[in-house]
């Protein structure tokens, strides 16, 4: 069964918050969920650009002033950067 991990970044400044989602994300299984609240306002560049490296689903679920909430899907751990020959 998928598990849903919440990560508290709130304060955290560039490259902490995608460098610690990242890491997060390494520790999930196939199918797993990570849900990041961030305040950081990189954070809504960083994230998905080091998430799709890994080949992983992100979407940002929650945009406010001072807040992003991203929910990331674990996939396969096939990186289609990787991948490439």
């Not at 598990?3 to 299984?29: I, S, Y």
């Not at 305040?39 to 560049?45: E, G």
């Not at 890994?54 to 992003?68: L, M, S």
């Amino acid at each position: 069964m998928a598990q849903l991990t919440k990560l508290d970044l709130a304060g955290l400044k560039c490259p902490l918050p995608a460098v610690r989602t990242r890491k997060a994300l390494k520790t999930l299984r196939p199918g797993d969920r990570l849900e990041v609240h961030c305040t950081d306002p990189l954070s809504v560049i960083d994230i998905p650009h080091r998430i799709r490296e890994t080949g992983d689903k992100v979407e940002i679920t929650e945009r406010a002033e001072h807040r992003v909430v991203f929910l990331i899907e674990k996939m396969n751990g096939l990186s289609p950067i990787a991948a490439k020959p």
